[in-house]
């Protein structure tokens, strides 16, 4: 059992991580627990481990392992948070998110993946995810506020009406900047008197898109 739970790619994993900069322990222990493997295609179960985004269905990618440690680091997140993702591609960063917050909204905008990642993660047992199909860049109001907000795909702005859903201390990040190309992660901290802005790194993410897709 030892063994199984330990494989050289898992351990090569961490120490990636570890090399780039990660050391957040409880960041650290939740890459190590929540299993890649099963949030990419069955074709790529081998290259789960390797520290790349991979191709998922409707043309979209789950994210890079050290870009999903990277923005959780961000995020300093507490057991009370409520979070909220856009984004959900696989369900892979809600995932890692749950297991460090208090429950976690995640938004996808095309049906199919939200379906899959609902039902991956319900066989998972991630209790404290909710999937909705909807338009992260236009959500209904009685939506929020949250102590969290991560954006997982490339927005050209960072909409008002996601930033008036952050409390008071809460933080947002989002990778801001042209669709094709690289983007810059923002990190936005909403204070007594205003919003701190924070540059961190440079970032590929697919495009932020308006509306639910039509495909299914
Ligand atoms: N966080 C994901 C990877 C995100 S890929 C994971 O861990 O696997 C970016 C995702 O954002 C894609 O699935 C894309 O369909 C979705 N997306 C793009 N624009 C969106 C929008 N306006 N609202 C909700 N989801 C959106």
């Known amino acids: 059992m030892t063994t199984n739970q330990h494989p050289p790619e898992k351990m090569?994993?961490?120490?990636?991580?570890?090399?780039?900069?990660?050391?957040?322990q409880a960041v650290l222990r939740t890459m190590e627990e929540v299993p890649r493997?099963?949030?990419?295609?069955?074709?790529?179960?081998?290259?789960?481990?390797?520290?790349?985004?991979?191709?998922?269905?409707?043309?979209?990618?789950?994210?890079?392992?050290f870009v999903v440690a990277?923005?959780?680091?961000?995020?300093?997140?507490?057991?009370?948070?409520?979070?909220?993702?856009?984004?959900?591609?696989?369900?892979?960063?809600?995932?890692?998110?749950?297991?460090?917050?208090?429950?976690?909204?995640?938004?996808?905008r095309y049906r199919k993946l939200a379906d899959a990642a609902r039902a991956r993660l319900e066989k998972l047992a991630y209790h404290n995810v909710e999937v909705m199909l909807g338009d992260g860049l236009d959500l209904p109001a009685n939506i929020g506020p949250f102590d969290r907000i991560i954006v997982t795909a490339a927005m050209e702005v960072i909409p008002d009406n996601l930033i008036a859903r952050l409390e008071v201390g809460g933080v947002l990040i989002a990778p801001v900047g042209p669709h094709q190309g690289v983007q810059t992660l923002i990190r936005l901290t909403r204070t007594e008197t205003g919003i701190e802005r924070r540059e961190l790194v440079d970032v590929r993410f697919v495009p932020a898109l308006p509306g639910v897709a039509r495909e299914l």
């Open 70 to 108: 990277y923005m959780t680091e961000q995020l300093q997140l507490q057991k009370k948070h409520r979070v909220l993702e856009i984004g959900t591609g696989s369900g892979y960063q809600a995932a890692v998110l749950s297991r460090l917050a208090g429950n976690v909204l995640t938004v996808e």
């Open 12 to 24: 090569m994993f961490q120490l990636t991580l570890r090399r780039r900069g990660i050391s957040d």
């Open 37 to 65: 493997d099963l949030f990419v295609e069955a074709a790529d179960r081998e290259d789960a481990y390797r520290d790349s985004a991979l191709p998922i269905a409707c043309g979209q990618t789950i994210s890079q392992p």
